[in-house]
């Protein structure tokens, strides 16, 4: 395909996903207002969570550009941002490999090499998993303890069995039978170094917290009572995005990380604010990656390239 007909392609692409994000933002906003929870519009908390939210996406870009360091390839911050929030956008088509395949392509197309695109995005989603299991064992138990009776028990389990999952994947030849698994080339057989990988690891931690804190703002921007502590907010978006993200075949975990989160917190919130606090997180999170793509899908390629 030659430059103008790859351009052509990209901008069908993103039209697609703007039409299909903006009817579920329709659907979902009606059924928000709908939803009989007393409202207090906080404009500067919703401000702080969509900017929190910005601000570990740019974490999550650094992650990816350091794992591709470890494996010999190096980008500007600017395009593999570029790279990220779009390709993010294939979440959006069932199964969960068109983000990975549309950042592959669009790392080739910007000098680095596929494979290395590939195994880094594997890589990094893995230790999202565990680091996220982590998570959710250490800030689950006050959300579960009243319908899960031996949840103290199961979550210091859940946690170290993520903390072994996560050492795993700081072993060389753990890393290079996982790649195998997902037929990805490595050249050479080598891996990222340890200080790559961990640097992964403890991006993925911070971002869980983040997101979290997120919620928590988002909560307190939108309701007039919303006695969600920052753990359980931390917990149930960590709990609730697992569920989503390990849905296979469904786009962007659509309903089931609704179901999970308002399973999770409406014996805090109330089943109605629960509910609500599913949608408009989902909402934020729709304008969020929308919007850390819109620039980039409004210049060309070339114009990125010139910050690098």
Known sequence: MNRRGWRVTQWIFAVAIVVVAGRSVVANWSRLAT?????????LFIAAA??????MYLVLVEAWRVMLAGW???????PAARIWTVSSLGKYVPGQVWAIAGMAVMAQRAGIAAWAATSSSILLQGLAVGTGAAVLGATGVS???GQVPAVRTILVVLVALSAAGVALLLWPPFVRRVLGIFRTELRGGAVPAFG??????????????????????????LFAAAPLSLPQAIGAFTASY?????????PDGLV???????????????GPTALALALASRLLRKFAQCG?????????????????
């Open 256 to 270: 089931v990380r609704e179901a999970v989160f308002v399973g999770m917190t409406q014996a805090t919130l109330g």
């Open 196 to 221: 790559n990988i961990l640097f992964g690891a403890l991006a993925n931690l911070l971002a869980w917290l983040g997101y979290g804190f997120g919620l928590w703002l988002l909560a307190r921007g």
């Open 292 to 308: 850390a793509a819109a620039p980039f899908l409004l210049t060309s390629p070339e114009r990125t390239r010139a910050h690098t």
């Open 72 to 78: 010999g390839e190096t980008i500007g911050l600017w």
């Open 50 to 55: 969509l900017l929190l939210t910005w601000a």
């Open 242 to 250: 697992l569920a989503g993200f390990l849905a296979f075949g469904i």
């Open 35 to 43: 939803q009989p929870v007393e409202w207090r519009i906080a404009p």
């Open 143 to 145: 959300l579960l303890e």
